[in-house]
């Protein structure tokens, strides 16, 4: 708990309005593709940026807590305190991610590997919730190997974008931490 | 005397909430731990809960195109892997998954948002609470300066119409002409707000004060 009290005050509002933006934008667009994993182009590119202008590890998992309270708050998606998990745990898993991944250079890959931890631990919280649900094993393994796949490719996407946006957020002068 | 009695109304009223929040939330859970003969129970207090939503002019189209997708998938699925004979097991998958998703529809139709965020606020640290309610506040704004981005940028000619975007080769173009700039002025927006709250002494208080709605 500590480390999110430690924020400043600028840090903890930028965090809060891209999850805010996150959840409006996944609110209003639903890009209805069909195509599950879609959801984590944004998930990933807003949950990266936050760590890339904030510079430190706990910043995702903060945006993750805010998204998901905001989504129960505005209603958006199915609503429900259940959908403050689908935030929160690919939030945690990239967090996990900042840790494991901290010497990996260039920022792209680190940013990619990053992103995929979260995509692994969100296609595994469907995992748990479809087997819970009562649905055979090879069903289950099916969808999440599905979601993996696809949820992956929309990961990528959105992390290999994030690259360009901090450089010209820093061209701007408006970020003022370095990550290493 | 009067005060006395509006203020315990709106505390009761957020108890009333907080308790649905909970109901919800153990109801959801449900979902996945109930035996299978316990489902009936589970089923008829969602139908109460459907018939309740559609009272307060909640609209279950959302709900019914989402069932139907979840079926559609499940259901071939299930064919593909295990044949005829295991279908009523998908179809039960999916009656369980309705019975996750029907609670958190009900809440967001009764409660009012900004008495969710009240609630929430009572576990909260207050930093972070301040966070929810200035995001909650300044969503028109958002919204706006969004929309006004993506018009102005269109008639720049950026290939970003939702006939565009449907291909995603165009969708990095959604990044640079439309969330780039608007990361800008949240990032400027975020440095404004922090500088006036902390001139105005925010969390330099033990015990913070909140401004009400008189």
């Known amino acids: 708990m500590k480390i999110f009290e430690s924020f400043n005050l600028k840090d903890a509002l930028f965090i809060g309005f891209c999850a805010t933006l996150l959840v409006v934008i996944k609110g209003s667009l639903r890009l209805k593709l069909g195509i599950s994993g879609h959801s984590m182009f944004l998930m990933t590119f807003f949950y990266i940026i936050c760590f890339g202008v904030v510079g430190r590890v706990g910043a995702i998992t903060a945006c993750g807590m805010i998204a998901g309270v905001m989504a129960m708050i505005l209603g958006i998606g199915k609503g429900g305190p259940l959908i403050l998990l689908k935030f929160l745990m690919p939030a945690v898993a990239m967090d996990i991610g900042v840790l494991l991944f901290a010497a990996l250079t260039p920022l792209h890959w680190r940013f990619v590997a990053i992103a995929l931890c979260g995509c692994i631990a969100w296609a595994v919280k469907g995992l748990i919730g479809d087997l819970l649900l009562g649905m055979s094993l090879e069903v289950g393994l099916t969808k999440f190997l599905m979601s993996l796949l696809t949820g992956g490719i929309f990961t990528v996407m959105g992390a290999w974008l994030v690259v360009p946006v901090i450089h010209r957020l820093k061209a701007h002068d408006l970020i003022s931490v370095k990550i290493k | 005397m009067m005060t006395l009695h509006k203020k315990l109304k709106h505390h009761y009223k957020n108890l009333l909430i907080a308790l649905a929040l909970v109901f919800v939330t153990v109801l959801s859970g449900l979902a996945f731990m109930a035996a299978d003969d316990s489902l009936m129970c589970l089923a008829i207090i969602n139908l109460l809960l459907i018939v309740h939503g559609i009272l307060n002019q909640g ?147 033990t015990k913070p004060v909140y401004w009400r709605n008189p």
Request: aromatic share 10%.
């Open chain 2, 59 to 205: 609209s279950i189209s959302g709900l019914l195109k989402f069932f139907s997708v979840q079926l559609v998938l499940t259901l071939v699925l299930y064919w593909l892997i295990h044949g005829e004979a295991k279908l009523l097991d998908g179809a039960l998958v999916v009656f369980r998954i309705m019975l996750a998703v029907i609670p958190g529809w009900w809440l967001t139709l009764v409660c009012e948002p900004q008495r969710i965020g009240e609630v929430l606020a009572w576990i909260m640290p207050h930093k972070w609470a301040f966070v929810v309610s200035a995001s909650i506040s300044l969503l028109p704004f958002m919204g706006r300066e969004v929309k006004e981005i993506y018009q102005i940028q269109i008639m720049r000619g950026a290939r970003i119409t939702p006939k565009h975007l449907r291909n995603p080769k165009n969708w990095s173009e959604l990044i640079y002409c439309v969330l780039l700039p608007t990361l800008i002025q949240l990032l400027k927006l975020s440095q404004q707000m922090a500088t006036s709250a902390t001139n105005r002494h925010f969390s330099q208080r």
